[in-house]
């Protein structure tokens, strides 16, 4: 790795500030000279459709030394410390998916706790100041930035901690585990599992805390479980034996908005509570206002802080933090909500020296009434409401089942982190996967999943926004089969095949909103274990497809109707953006098609992507980069026209994540990704944004990034002749749409750049800058941030089509000695193949669940010609053939073919030998 400590680094305030000499790399049409600068091959003059070549300036990029290189190595997990000022902002959602937002602080305390059904918009609604003007005003809104450029930090509306009591050599010392009170607190980046280490030199002893709630791909109902688990871990670093107590508190805060210091129509009543291996207090609230007497108040409910453990614990119902270890024990305690109540409880362990020991709390919450306004009848109240009675109940499901739940969530983060890849690539594109545990997102009583597009803002699971979002389909696909199917093809399908892009919100479809419902049907198909899903809904995925092909006025395969799309705006004409997302979901349609036994159906969908790659590439491509060619009314609505648009291959970066392969012809796909590059790419965002005014600050001053849209040819009105407010975004880098290239840069074997950009959003989210758990478009948390996702899948080379019982793997990265995570529709667990010149050998073990094999694909190195291939050491169907164009130009593979389907169990392994 490169030596630049974190301290130099926040002070250079990005990579343009390194004037270091470079080597001299060539690189994907580029050479890399000397002195940390970028200099652009020759690119061709010749003129596409706007008749004009194209101009050779691009923005700045300066590297250190070995920067590039260093992309590529494993290293190690990211630690912030206390000692380095990482702490402050670090808000780990460590709660359930679909429960609300409990963050995990940089010290471990539990902070923000959005459990109480406020619907408020972002995690803190305030406007901040900034420099610039954005797209709508001077102070930046929490939908617009606020938390990018003042972070969030100790939001607590009660007080949660931890407290160890020492004794040892006649000496007695208590401990906040807090950051105050050790001398070095380290965090361990990550997701689903949150890991702070306490060290004090002069204490002997040594603290580990995980915190998490369950959380198991695949299993959406025990990883939507309101609750967080501390599982502490005590070492004995000295050579005498240490007596321990540790004490957990919490404050009862139950009816947060409503029990105020000034209303005494509540009162707070905390009860201890011991049975099988379980001690609590449960927290609640009661009531003196007869018109409350329904109890539909947001935040009505009750809270529980339980330890879990059979012997040594006790619960205190009343507990001055004060006096946390003395104070003497009450089994049950009430409060006017004018005083604090708090409830703890405790336990003691004895450790000899150089050993170890445990102990496990849970905190749970359940406040069920959870509404949001407009939706359809049955589509309210909190999804674990209609499993669980109290936060007390799932502090006892969690008690039964802790082996089970806290072995396989730990399990899975293990495995996620067990790969070659880098170790900052895998934080990167799976920690956005943490929206899921915020108040952005959201199941009802009846099953239903629903979101906004980020905390509190914009409604209706937007399908613009989620059809980016590659990562939830991939670890809780049954979440994803719903939305197709309860709200897509449910309340927000119309007669014509329009998909309303908000349902209940909206009236209206959106283009590209209407084409990421397709593809996505596409993925959960092949993410299911049989063809039940295609079955159930081919109707309304044709009825859906045909809207599609209907938009296509002049029948050459172009869609071409003004509709909204995620850019807020109706533009009109021929965009290629568009224009590739609904030719890549009518390729998707027409794979369907076949498999549901539709032909009809298949040949017109044929027949559109025929025509409609072909027109692409020939009236939207300006032989540099693909563009948008205008309407009959001219350029005089808002467009990206001949500017160089971020989404422009937005179509094919989809394609090769359901494995369509190649549509558009790959010199110019190479050509415009190149363009996207030397255009929009930049190590520094300062200069470009202090020029071109009127974004929102999602990357600032000395941040790299991929500017949305860029006006290589400098022309005047490059926007059109009216640019409204929306022409703010062109001048944003929004992580969403940077992973997306991302994906498809790595997909085309663009590793530099394509690990490059994923990199620049990583340092971007820095712990010392702002929390890097929350990665910020319209409000918090944005759900479009999960096409991180798809930049993962793309280094992995993965295919899957579970009905099919169908796997590839395609490592971009590191070929002869690769290992990475792979989820399927039953069951998860790691593949890895290694390659000593004379053999490859494929494994694929299962952890959890089971898959179904029929088919294994696996490219071949150079050099290797398969003569003979074998499963388990037994001779095996096969054949050798030119792979799909899937990004990387053909490569030879071999396809593995099983008499019969395959069964993997957990624990079990099936090794692929080909030689």
């Not at 674990?384 to 899975?412: C, D, G, M, P």
């Not at 594109?429 to 509190?456: I, K, M, P, Q, Y």
């Not at 892009?501 to 993925?523: K, M, T, Y």
Request: aromatic fraction near 12%; proline fraction near 4%.
């Amino acid at each position: 790795m490169i030596n630049i400590s974190r301290r130099k680094f926040l002070k250079m305030g990005g990579l343009t500030a390194v004037g270091v000499t470079m080597p001299r790399v060539v690189m994907s049409g580029y050479e890399w000279g000397g002195e940390g600068s970028l200099t652009m091959d020759a690119v061709s003059g010749a003129t596409g459709a706007t008749g004009v070549a194209p101009q050779k300036t691009q923005l700045p990029k300066t590297f250190p030394d070995g920067w590039f290189k260093s992309l590529y190595e494993r290293g190690a997990a990211t630690v912030y410390s206390k000692s380095l000022g990482e702490l402050r902002y670090i808000g780990m959602p460590a709660g359930g998916i679909n429960a609300g937002g409990v963050y995990l602080g940089g010290d471990g305390r539990l902070w923000l706790w959005d459990v109480f059904n406020d619907n408020r918009e972002g995690i803190e609604p305030k406007f901040a100041k900034w420099t610039q003007q954005t797209t709508h005003a001077k102070n930046v809104r929490s939908r617009d930035g606020a938390c990018y450029i003042e972070p969030a930090h100790d939001i607590r509306p009660l007080e949660q901690g931890f407290a160890v009591r020492i004794e040892y050599d006649g000496k007695s010392i208590n401990r906040r585990l807090a950051e105050s009170d050790w001398q070095e607190i380290t965090f361990e980046a990550g997701y689903p599992v949150g890991t702070v280490r306490y060290t004090d030199p002069s204490l002997p002893l040594e603290i580990t805390l995980r915190a998490f709630a369950p959380f198991i791909p695949l299993n959406d109902d025990d990883s939507s479980l309101p609750a967080v688990i501390h599982a502490f871990e005590f070492r004995n670093t000295g050579s005498k034996p240490l007596k321990i107590s540790i004490v957990g508190w919490l404050e009862n805060k139950t009816g947060l908005n409503t029990a105020t210091p000034t209303n005494y129509n509540y009162r707070r009543i905390n009860t201890v509570v011991g049975a099988d291996g379980l001690t609590a207090v449960h927290e609640t609230l009661l009531s003196y206002d007869k018109k409350d007497a329904e109890n539909k108040r947001p935040d009505a409910g009750d809270m529980c802080i339980a330890a879990l453990a059979d012997s040594a614990t006790e619960g205190n119902a009343s507990t001055d933090l004060n006096q946390l270890f003395e104070a003497e024990a009450t089994k049950e305690a009430d409060k006017p909500t004018l005083e604090r109540l708090f409830g703890s409880v405790r336990q003691s362990l004895t450790l000899d020296a150089g050993k170890t020991a445990t102990a496990n709390f849970v905190i749970s919450w359940y406040f069920p009434n959870l509404k949001i306004g407009g939706l359809r009848t049955g589509s309210e109240g909190q999804y674990y409401s209609a499993k669980y009675k109290s936060s007390l109940e799932v502090a006892q499901y969690i008690r039964q089942n802790f082996n089970r739940l806290s072995s396989q969530t730990l399990l899975w983060a293990e495995t996620w982190k067990d790969s070659t890849l880098p170790h900052w690539f895998l934080e990167r594109t799976f920690v956005t996967l943490d929206t899921l545990a915020t108040s952005n997102a959201h199941r009802f009583s009846d099953g239903r999943f629903w979101a906004w597009e980020g905390v509190g803002a914009c409604a209706g699971t937007c399908t613009h926004v989620w059809s980016y979002a590659q990562a939830m389909g991939r670890i809780f696909p049954a979440l994803e089969r719903d939305l197709r199917e309860r709200t897509d093809f449910g309340v927000a399908i119309r007669d014509d095949g329009g998909i309303i892009f908000r349902a209940e919100h909206e009236r209206r479809p959106a283009i590209d909103g209407q084409a990421g419902v397709i593809l996505r049907s596409l993925r959960e198909h092949q993410m299911s274990a049989d063809d039940g899903f295609l079955r159930r809904n081919w109707e309304k995925i044709r009825r859906a497809t045909q809207f599609i092909i209907n938009q296509d006025k002049n029948g050459d395969g172009m869609e071409d109707t003004p509709l909204e799309n995620t850019l807020d705006a109706v533009w009109e004409g021929e965009i290629a953006w568009l224009v590739g997302i609904c030719i890549a979901a009518v390729k998707a349609a027409e794979t369907m098609a076949t498999e549901a036994g539709d032909e009809e159906f298949a040949r017109v969908c044929a027949d559109y992507v025929r025509k409609g790659v072909a027109n692409m590439d020939k009236y939207l491509y300006n032989g540099e980069y693909y563009i948008h060619r205008p309407g009959k009314n001219g350029r005089v609505k808002l467009g990206s026209y001949n500017t160089c648009h971020i989404d422009q291959l937005y179509g094919q970066s989809w394609a090769y994540q359901v494995g369509l392969g190649r549509l558009f012809d790959a010199r110019k796909v190479r050509s415009a990704l190149t363009a996207l590059w030397k255009y929009n790419f930049t190590t520094d965002v300062g200069p470009y944004i202090a020029e071109h005014q009127g974004g929102r600050p999602y990357a600032v001053a000395g941040e790299g990034g991929m500017i949305m849209n860029t006006n290589p040819l400098n022309e005047e009105k490059p926007y059109g002749d009216n640019v409204t407010w929306q022409g703010g975004y062109f001048h944003e880098c929004m992580s969403g749409f940077e992973y997306q290239v991302a994906a498809h840069f790595i997909s085309e074997g663009m590793l530099d750049e394509g690990f490059a950009l994923v990199r620049a959003i990583h340092d971007r989210y820095h712990a010392a800058k702002r929390n890097p758990y929350n990665e910020i478009e319209c409000s918090d948390h944005y759900a479009r941030a999960m096409a991180s996702y798809g930049a993962f899948i793309a280094a992995c080379g993965f295919e899957y089509h579970g009905p099919k019982g169908y796997m590839r793997f395609a490592p971009r990265l590191g070929a002869d000695d690769f290992r990475a995570p792979f989820t399927a529709a039953e069951g998860w667990g790691t593949y890895a193949q290694k390659y000593d010149g004379k053999s490859l050998v494929c494994t694929l073990a299962v952890k959890y669940g089971k898959l179904r094999l029929q088919e294994f694909e696996a490219d071949l190195p150079k050099g290797l010609k398969a003569k003979q291939v074998t499963a388990d050491g037994a001779d095996i169907t096969w054949q050798a053939r030119n792979g799909k164009d899937n990004g990387v130009a053909n490569a030879r593979t071999v396809l593995v073919k099983f008499a019969a389907p395959k069964i993997i169990g957990a624990g079990e392994a099936v090794v692929v030998r080909v030689q």
